[in-house]
């Protein structure tokens, strides 16, 4: 056994050195990681390889590239008055008509607050990294999850990079900091993105707030038991029988449930996509990170719009397909550059929020008050001193998990297969999953919801950034959604 820990520990401490030596380190380099192979590549706008060289600039391309130049000018104008714009609705407008992306990690560390939180938490960072190396885990999976995040991204391409570094030691810093999560892979996904447009030290704050603040909570999909994104699966159940009857009798016909296709693009805001490549965005990535905007914007209504959006856009073609036909279309086509243009894309969107809010289905029910356990930061730790890490970062709200009945784990065992990732992570999640909508019912969770009461309706948290009336008419559409 002394043998086994001291082998442990050994490559343990091997990972650490070489990120924390770098590409240099001398370590020997498996050839498919070798990113001088790549002798024709080159790189797109968006910093992704391609295996060969990408053709000239188009037309409409060019121009395209000197539309965002200009409203690269008008952002840098509005955020010198933020104080003047941030909750007005001409930022709602400029958000979905598109962000420069010279200007978008400061537009997301301003709506995040970065800058505040940083200085109540100055100079902890680092003392939590040091710590995170002593004391996480979870070393060895964040390991593999860095060397399988982006490869095909500038950022990631070369193994132990400035990029990959940064990732690594913010996987393992929040994995003892919030240790209710600790670590699973769709997090390195998440990190990944803001690593693209924040520093390494922002990037961790900006996953806290994301995980905590109230308007995104993404804390609950990825606690024990996942509690949100069961919420969320049967609030989407709910949405799409109500607002689009045909598609939901077809999907249910075929068999074809929301935990198949659906729980991706909740728990990372559409980045992972299932097959066949596990690190590729379910959208194409310029729409995706149109979405993340509107996301960091807006927070979590956006989650359960753009889900409906998707499915309302393309429900001709959905109508028409089998289940394995729409599971590929879901998966793999969606990724593909749609049809659409991404600001009529985000015209859709901004529709569907507000026809949903109008039906009261922007977001789905709130979890019961008294079930909400208020648990200090590393109560749970691995060791008893990190009770005193960060004290300026008390407290984290999780959501209750459901019990799981012998009547839930029987339900829908097709499913199973695809669930093996997500029950990696969560040994819990997968047997409630299975049976959601019938658990939830058994249990009180899902009420209609023409009754809830508007003491109900007052409590749900609204996002103050989104005022009602903001958002036009999409041409498109011919005005509100049917």
Same mark, same amino acid.
């Given at each position: 056994?002394? =043998? /086994?820990?001291?082998?442990?520990?050994?490559?343990?401490?091997?990972?650490?050195?070489?990120?924390?030596?770098?590409?240099?380190?001398?370590?020997?380099?498996?050839?498919?990681?070798?990113?001088?192979?790549?002798?024709?590549?080159?790189?797109?706008?968006?910093?992704?390889? *391609?295996?060969?060289?990408?053709?000239?600039?188009?037309?409409?391309?060019?121009?395209?590239?000197?539309?965002?130049?200009?409203?690269?000018?008008?952002?840098? @104008?509005?955020?010198?008055?933020?104080?003047?714009?941030?909750?007005?609705?001409?930022?709602?407008?400029?958000? +979905?008509?598109?962000?420069?992306?010279?200007?978008?990690? &400061?537009?997301?560390?301003?709506?995040?607050?970065?800058?505040?939180?940083?200085?109540?938490?100055?100079?902890?960072?680092?003392?939590?990294?040091?710590?995170?190396?002593?004391?996480?885990?979870?070393? @060895?999976?964040?390991?593999?999850?860095?060397?399988?995040?982006?490869?095909?991204?500038?950022?990631? &391409?070369?193994? +132990?990079?400035?990029?990959?570094?940064?990732?690594? *030691?913010?996987?393992?810093? +929040?994995? !003892?900091?919030?240790?209710?999560?600790?670590?699973?892979?769709?997090?390195?996904?998440?990190?990944?993105?803001?690593?693209?447009?924040?520093?390494?030290?922002?990037?961790?704050?900006?996953?806290?707030?994301?995980?905590?603040?109230?308007?995104?909570?993404?804390?609950?999909?990825?606690?024990?038991?996942?509690?949100?994104?069961?919420?969320?699966?049967?609030?989407?159940?709910?949405? !799409?029988?109500?607002?689009?009857?045909?598609?939901?009798?077809?999907?249910?016909?075929?068999?074809?449930?929301?935990?198949? +296709?659906?729980?991706?693009?909740?728990?990372?805001?559409?980045?992972?996509?299932?097959?066949?490549?596990?690190?590729?965005?379910?959208?194409?990535? #310029?729409?995706?990170?149109?979405?993340?905007?509107?996301?960091?914007?807006?927070?979590?209504?956006?989650?359960?719009?753009?889900?409906?959006?998707?499915?309302?856009? *393309?429900?001709?073609?959905?109508?028409?397909?089998?289940?394995?036909?729409?599971?590929?279309?879901?998966?793999?086509?969606?990724?593909?550059?749609?049809? /659409?243009?991404?600001?009529?894309?985000?015209?859709?969107?901004?529709?569907?929020?507000?026809?949903?809010?109008?039906?009261?289905?922007?977001?789905?029910?709130?979890?019961?008050?008294?079930?909400?356990?208020?648990?200090?930061?590393?109560?749970?730790?691995?060791?008893?001193?990190?009770?005193?890490?960060?004290?300026?970062?008390? /407290?984290?709200?999780?959501?209750?998990?459901?019990?799981?009945?012998?009547?839930?784990?029987?339900?829908?065992?097709?499913?199973?297969?695809?669930?093996? =990732?997500?029950?990696?992570?969560?040994?819990?999640?997968?047997?409630?999953?299975?049976?959601? #909508?019938?658990?939830?019912?058994?249990?009180?969770? /899902?009420?209609?919801?023409?009754?809830?009461?508007?003491?109900?309706?007052?409590?749900?948290?609204?996002?103050?950034?989104?005022?009602?009336?903001?958002?036009?008419?999409?041409?498109?559409?011919?005005?509100?959604?049917?």
């Amino acid at each position: 056994m002394e =043998d /086994l820990d001291a082998l442990l520990t050994l490559e343990r401490e091997e990972i650490i050195a070489r990120y924390d030596q770098g590409p240099q380190a001398g370590t020997p380099v498996d050839p498919g990681d070798d990113a001088d192979l790549l002798i024709y590549r080159a790189v797109d706008q968006l910093g992704f390889l *391609h295996g060969k060289e990408l053709p000239d600039l188009s037309t409409q391309e060019i121009k395209h590239n000197l539309q965002t130049a200009k409203r690269a000018d008008k952002w840098v @104008k509005m955020l010198k008055q933020w104080n003047k714009y941030c909750n007005s609705s001409k930022m709602h407008r400029r958000v +979905y008509k598109g962000m420069p992306p010279q200007v978008r990690g &400061r537009v997301w560390s301003l709506l995040l607050g970065l800058d505040q939180v940083k200085v109540e938490n100055k100079g902890e960072y680092e003392h939590l990294k040091e710590l995170g190396k002593v004391l996480s885990p979870y070393i @060895k999976e964040i390991d593999l999850d860095v060397s399988l995040t982006f490869r095909r991204h500038i950022m990631s &391409r070369e193994r +132990y990079s400035i990029k990959q570094q940064a990732l690594f *030691h913010i996987l393992v810093t +929040y994995s !003892i900091y919030n240790p209710e999560v600790g670590h699973c892979q769709h997090l390195s996904q998440i990190v990944a993105v803001l690593l693209m447009y924040l520093e390494e030290e922002d990037a961790f704050w900006a996953l806290d707030e994301l995980m905590t603040n109230d308007a995104h909570a993404m804390h609950g999909f990825f606690s024990t038991g996942c509690p949100k994104l069961g919420r969320f699966l049967v609030h989407h159940d709910y949405t !799409i029988g109500q607002t689009l009857p045909r598609l939901k009798h077809h999907m249910d016909q075929e068999q074809l449930f929301s935990q198949t +296709y659906c729980a991706q693009w909740f728990l990372e805001c559409f980045l992972h996509r299932v097959a066949p490549h596990c690190c590729c965005p379910q959208t194409p990535f #310029p729409l995706t990170l149109r979405i993340w905007d509107a996301f960091i914007l807006d927070g979590e209504r956006v989650l359960t719009s753009m889900a409906y959006t998707m499915l309302k856009v *393309h429900e001709k073609q959905l109508l028409r397909l089998p289940r394995e036909g729409m599971q590929d279309f879901l998966h793999n086509t969606l990724a593909q550059p749609w049809g /659409l243009p991404d600001d009529q894309v985000l015209r859709h969107l901004q529709v569907s929020m507000s026809y949903l809010r109008r039906l009261d289905l922007d977001l789905p029910p709130p979890a019961v008050p008294e079930a909400w356990p208020v648990i200090p930061l590393q109560q749970t730790s691995v060791v008893p001193s990190a009770a005193r890490l960060c004290p300026g970062r008390q /407290l984290y709200r999780s959501e209750p998990s459901f019990p799981v009945t012998p009547e839930v784990m029987n339900r829908s065992p097709e499913t199973v297969a695809f669930f093996a =990732d997500l029950n990696a992570s969560y040994p819990s999640a997968l047997a409630w999953l299975i049976g959601l #909508p019938q658990a939830c019912h058994n249990m009180g969770f /899902l009420k209609p919801h023409p009754s809830w009461s508007s003491g109900q309706q007052a409590s749900r948290p609204r996002t103050p950034l989104l005022p009602r009336g903001t958002c036009s008419p999409c041409p498109t559409q011919g005005g509100e959604p049917p």
